[in-house]
Structure formats: structure tokens, C-alpha cells
């Protein structure tokens, strides 16, 4: 309890009053039912890719040409440790990432890093990803090709990281890794798993810039994983 009244500081420090404001509904994260809708399982996505470390598959995804990386300056790989037990994969890149080619290094970063910080991870000790490798011009969702076409190297990147937990943020991100259309808003405290790793999904960072309401939601989830962290590390 202590640790959770500790955690809602550190919270309330970052967001501000407004992330209190809003009431949770009952049903927000415990004791929900195991998920038992679509398969996870990518029946639609036959492409596999094949590198045998990460850095042939950053060497793999370097060298692939399509119409978005024609438009791009750089493609984002990744950031952060690949050892790290926690990863977490967005959605693409925007225009301060496809500068830096770097994930999450705009403002969208910056609260992801408090929103870390929070719950007491450092962005130092994660690894961070994304579903999309370049950048959609004027930031549109990217489209389902444009996902189709990355998700081998991202479903591989996980095998090859082995991450002990996955935070999906944003609902491009659940979409892709989960192969479901269920809203994360349906999917948030269900116990899931991808490739035999625990999985949470979670709201966008940007998202959240756009709707304060839902920090606390998020904060529940960031309080899921420190809980999954406490418990792997003893
Ligand atoms: N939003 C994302 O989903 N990924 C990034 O790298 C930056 C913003």
C-alpha cells in the first residue's frame, strides 16, 4: 500500500490535479476474465522473418525499400537496452523521431518517460520500439500495409529481446501484436501474452495529451507493470 500511495505521488507530480479528477470505473483492471476473442496468433500475416540477433534484423529492416522509407530521413529502429526486461512498442515515428531516428523522443516521449518515471523505471533500463519503422507523412496512422509489411521484423524483434513484459501503447500497436480489433479500452488488465510474454496494452502517450481523463487508466496499467516487475524480480 505503501508503495502504491508512493507511486500516486510521483503521478500527481507529473499530471497534475486532473489525473485524480476523473472517476475509474469498477471494472478497470482487477479481476478481469481472461481474453478469449481473436487468436493472437497473426493467421492473416504469412511472412516470417528469420535473423538470428537483433542486429541482423535492425541490418534486415535497414535495407528494406518502400514508399514510406522513400519519404522518410531516417528509420527508427529502436532505442534503449535489448536485454531490457521490459519493451515497449508504439506506433511510428513522428517528425522529431524520424530527425533523431530514435522512438519516442518528441513530446509523446517525454510523458512516456514521466509516465515511467512514475512508477520508478527508468527510460535508461527499457527497450523501445515500434510497429512502423518510418515515418507517415504529416503523422497519419499509418495503414495496414504499411503495419503488414513491418510486423515480421517487429514480431521477431520480440523473440529475439525476450522481454520479460510488453507494454503496447496505442491502439495501432495492441491491433498489430495482438492481431485484434477489440479496443484497448476492452483489453487493458487481461491477462494476455504474445510468444509466451506478458502483455500490456495500454493508451498512446499522445493520446493521453489529448485526453487527460485517461491518466489515471494508464496510471493503473503502469501500476500493472511495476506489480509484474516486483514479481519477476523477487
Ligand atoms: N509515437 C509513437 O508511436 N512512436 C514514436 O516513436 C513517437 C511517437
Redesign the pocket.
Known sequence: MHDLLKHMARWYGTFGIDCFLHRVPQSSTQNLPEYTGDTGQHQGSRKTCEAASIEALEMSVRSIDCPLKRMAKNT?FADGVPEADIMLI?????QE?DEQGK??V?Q??MLLNNMLLAVGIKRSAVYIT?VVYWRPPGNRTPSADEVALCLPYVMRHIALAQPKVIVL??GVAVRAVLDTNVPISRLRGVNRKVLGIDVIPTF?P?YLLRSPNQKLQAFKDFIALRKLMDKFNG
Open positions: 527508427v508504439g506506433e511510428a515515428p513522428g523521431e522512438p519516442f518528441g509523446s516521449g515500434n501503447l496505442g498512446h499522445a
